[in-house]
């Protein structure tokens, strides 16, 4: 098992920029796919990015494309979220989550460990 711990969350300014970090600890990392999740209040929780074990192949939901990245450092067995260009409709919790597959996912049932969540809050 993984356990996935969220780190980089905090209350923004619309038009800032927040880097959310996920680090992996228990069974070897490297291996796997990973994805962020994200649940607004009064929300279902909506897929954010996703990328395969090799850093080669990323997915963005269209409402964050072209303002936030993926990217995973292996050696450090961490995930990270580089959010730019925040807007109020990004506040939620964020969510990293892992796979025990090389490709990448899109959906909640795909992940075998979630993190605990970390806040992300924009204000305008």
């Known amino acids: 098992q993984v356990q996935l711990v969220e780190s980089g969350g905090g209350l923004v300014q619309a038009g800032s920029s927040l880097r959310l970090s996920c680090t992996a600890s228990g069974d070897t990392f490297s291996s796997v796919a990973r994805g962020w999740f994200r649940q607004a209040p009064g929300k279902e929780r909506e897929v954010v990015a996703a990328?395969?074990?090799?850093?080669?192949?990323?997915y963005y939901a269209d409402s964050v494309k072209g303002r936030f990245a993926i990217s995973k450092d292996n050696s450090r067995n961490t995930l990270y979220l580089h959010m730019n260009s925040l807007k109020v409709e990004d506040t939620a919790v964020y969510y990293c989550?892992?796979?025990?597959?090389?490709?990448?996912?899109?959906?909640?049932?795909?992940?075998?460990?979630w993190g605990q969540g970390t806040q992300a809050t924009v204000s305008s």
């Open positions: 990328i395969n074990w090799s850093g080669t192949v990323s």
């Open positions: 989550a892992a796979r025990r597959e090389s490709s990448s996912a899109l959906r909640e049932y795909e992940y075998d460990d």
